[in-house]
């Protein structure tokens, strides 16, 4: 971390500010300039509120130089996250493919959708209980009843499920869920990231529409914080002036994220492009980038999903994407960027 | 609503769809050119899932025309909405300014800057005792604790206050507050707002970092169909390319929240810019586009506030503020844009 | 295109709009409701000028259902553009690499870099002679002298060059040069390209960084339409919230163009990231997505190149990239995103 | 700035590197921990070149400290720069208003704006003459013939005139123009920003839709390189995913350049927004946070104009604003954010 003074700060307030930082356990590295002056910090600056200081008079400006996450760190953690998902490996090389359909409707569509992303080749099935929509009357979810039609899926075909839960309320709800889903939209809800710490399966943490990479690494940190390590991350689009898709695909956060953190990290090129014709593009391209998994929206009648149709794929176009992904995946970009 | 047909539609696909709108009483005109066929809807489009539609094989694009929300649109309700908070009146030309520490942080604390905002003019009080903060390592605010020393300063000042929302668990401890926040982290949080449609107190609403006005009010919306018809808009600044402030705070939104809906219009210029010296201009210029009031945070230390310091007035800076903003408010822009 | 008229409009507003559309040829087609009328316009809307119809009074709102290029959609050009390139083929099937430094700096560094990108595997050379920096106190390129510099590296070598135009008084020297580059920031220089437009050469377009890909294609449309119909369209990354990297390289953006038009696309992993180690899993990507070429960067010394040494690969880093795409190109997408 | 060099660098590298920063004049201070070295320089960096640094090995990020433009920078030319645009001055407490249409169309029409604008108050008169429109359909602008009329006007009015310049060649018939504007689509038009600091005319710079502050400061920087130390900022809207109105307008672009840098700052409130119902409240706005002009388009006929009627006033509606302007600038903000 560098701080920059003023230029004549005021003698005790520096004072001060040093003996500060000294308290902190923190080297303070002195460079004096015409126009201003540098403290540069060496120690563990990851607790150190950036706030605070920027709001003493004689500080101009401060400069992180060190991330501010250590348990999601790959610099503290070089070797690659693994984890074991109901006996299904993700991350260190072990690729897989979470499909099914967006809404949970019946237990007719759930269990047929997961019979045929099974026989395609998905390792993890997906399907919402809870449904976050951003109109009041749009419809939210089979809930509860949702939850059982998709472990029962989960029965007959051996797949292990990830679901998203919308409050930590319906915590007890998922007792029986493999992987957790945080959305986009709940990335940020500190209370049910630090709860989530608390449970032992894997939580999967999708990018918020408008999240930098570092208030990704910060969420999932949440989760490690309170002693659960093990965490997904999602890049599934952002949000930016481009308005010709729901979301703009942001595929140098697979390189990136793989080579600030250990953990694995998948692409959801369904939510990110919403439209059906885009998935099969960007799935190859995120897997060419690196990902370590898809998330990958299949509905056996998109015309009449009760949401999200737009973008599912039919069973038979999933198949062919499934042997399109396996047949790039040897020639993707393999190891870290730098 | 329209609806732009492909080319060559299959006959049979076709039928269908129009059999399925008339089934929801919508009159369909239709025109035919050489490359498209439009259907114009006429009649309440508020329910019809846009992306069921957009999942069909023969349907191109749909625009929508009508707003997405009735509850809170001024088409509907052409008198402005007027609060009644403790006695205090917020919107159809009540002004007011809410102001307060970003966090409480002891009984002295907040009771001395309830004392100063009030005396300087401000008609609520606001201070975190539940906060978001990035990092699990930062200081989460005082909590219950916090709440009981937010509402000593009020009984000791006659203020009402406001203060934020985390998650619905929280809820019964907020029986004494005035006015509950939901911070910009939330405010896609459909399964607290749908909860907060069934208390009966005034929510304020922050605009979310990457929200749209439409989906602003369509939380809104999710409020009032509930049954709580007591909301209050605020903006606090979006997340955009530009580097240089915390957020870029749109005050196009104040005239165009304005005009698309009834209730009152606030602006946060402390979270917007983050930075103290932006605060009274930034403040000016809300006031002078229209908005119905003001949140400011104030703390008594600034350079020693456990949050947010870098953005927070003195009291004595606050003080110059409201005389300013009570000297321009006879100028400021009256009236609905159009 | 739909006109949305308001409630209630005066009659001889209406009748007078009536006759304009008619007098343009067009078709109109009226809906009408209880809250507004539907004007629907069949014909071509092309020429129609939007701003014109949004400041009639009785207008509340024009939603445009046709694209509003023509010589460049490719709902009218069916088939891929295949560009001729001094006997390098470019589109339709030919994928192209062009290689070579940002800047031109001397005979030895362009024909060296020429030398080994040429038998890595290239097929065009880039290099820049006039630089858009942003500042004034940078290195502005050789200009001229550099221009012959480049053109003497493609005699030794017999690749065709690429470079960049910054300003119409420069065209003259541009005679020998086989493709024209317009830059990110000329992207909307509507002279420059209407001048292009009067050129027998290839011009590459490379999309503004904060430009959707409908201006895109128009400022494609801008060269077409001066009778020069040889264009190839370029993704360099755009500019977002997202700071890690230098722009957000939008990989949809491929086969949405591919769609949308019949030019070729290909993607710029160098400049839209600013990092040398992501270009080679951003090449990848780009490559599965269905990209017709790649613009890579190139210096036999990129810790000393006088600019953007950051992102440039060292030859041998570009050979192995070569061969990675090389390797990955027959399992990358095919065909067009419907 | 600050470097930041990874852990255990090469000596040799590092040798190199303090020499070559040496031979620069550059002091450097070195703060040695456990993880990485920072380097301190101090001195004038605004010549060294980042993307330099950061192409090294052993450099593992670099942090400016210090603003790279100089010419422009506040902190040397500490009192605010007055022009005296033919007698009429803006900046340093004059406050002027330019005013006219979006594009000059008629002698009649170009003259009876500016007969109207002169009476309501407008200090400059505006009128496009060369247009640059995103279609190649679009009306183009009366390009060298409505310059004439332009002149015209001024004669009869007395107003100083601003008119936009669209590329080099147009230079000569500027001659007579008072204000040369740059457009947004022309602020990193290096070319021609290098050109017009060989004038001796002031130049209108309009930041560009995704410009950052420093951005147009270093484009400013480079007209005063060239000796000409006469220009105007133009805040006009940046592009964001807000999708309501044409751009978004960033007001704290006003206090923060005026804080930047002693040049004088206007507001464009109408392309800003783009809707003709916004341009009063974000006039006020713009007035209230302390900007020295503002720049607004007024049509006799806004619903026949050829271009941007829509965010076109009325005569009667501008002279109102006027009005309203006066009235609220004594209770604008004065001074400088810190």
Avoid at 26 to 45: A, F, I, P, Q
Avoid at 119 to 126: H, I, V
Avoid at 137 to 144: D, L, V
Avoid at 262 to 285: C, F, N, Y
Wanted: charged share 20%; net charge negative; with cysteine.
């Amino acid at each position: 971390m560098v701080i920059v003074v003023r230029k004549d700060p005021d003698p005790a307030q520096l004072q001060s500010l040093m003996d500060w930082l000294k308290s902190l356990n923190m080297d303070v590295h002195v460079s004096r300039g015409e126009n201003m002056m540098l403290l540069g910090l060496v120690g563990d600056t990851s607790t150190v509120d950036i706030d605070l200081l920027m709001a003493l008079d004689i500080v101009e400006d401060v400069k992180r130089i060190q991330e501010p996450y250590k348990k999601v760190n790959r610099k503290f953690h070089p070797d690659d996250l693994v984890l074991d998902i109901g006996g299904v490996k993700l991350g260190g090389g072990n690729f897989q493919i979470i499909a099914g359909p967006c809404s949970i409707e019946s237990q007719e569509q759930i269990c047929s959708v997961a019979h045929s992303v099974k026989a395609a080749g998905a390792g993890l099935l997906r399907g919402g209980a809870f449904k976050p929509r951003t109109s009041p009357y749009a419809f939210q979810g089979m809930r509860g009843k949702g939850l059982e039609l998709l472990l029962e899926a989960s029965r007959q075909t051996g797949l292990p499920v990830v679901t998203e839960i919308m409050d930590l309320s319906q915590l007890p709800l998922f007792e029986n869920v493999d992987v957790i889903q945080v959305g986009a939209r709940n990335m940020q809800n500190f209370e049910l990231l630090r709860e989530l710490g608390h449970t032992n399966k894997p939580i999967l943490i999708k990018r918020g529409m408008s999240s930098t990479l570092e208030e990704l690494l910060m969420s999932a940190e949440y989760v490690f914080s309170g002693g659960n390590e093990q965490v997904i991350l999602c890049e599934r689009g952002i949000r930016t002036f481009s308005d010709i898709t729901r979301n703009t695909l942001d595929l140098s956060a697979v390189p990136l994220l793989k080579k600030l953190s250990h953990l694995p990290v998948i692409v959801d090129p369904s939510h990110a492009t919403g439209i059906a014709s885009l998935v099969a593009p960007m799935a190859l391209a995120a897997v060419a980038a690196g990902a370590d998994g898809l998330m990958v929206e299949v509905h056996n009648d998109p015309a009449h999903a009760l949401c999200d149709g737009r973008q599912s794929l039919t069973p038979e176009a999933f198949e062919q994407l499934v042997k399109g992904v396996n047949a790039l995946r040897p020639y993707a970009f393999q190891g870290i960027a730098r």
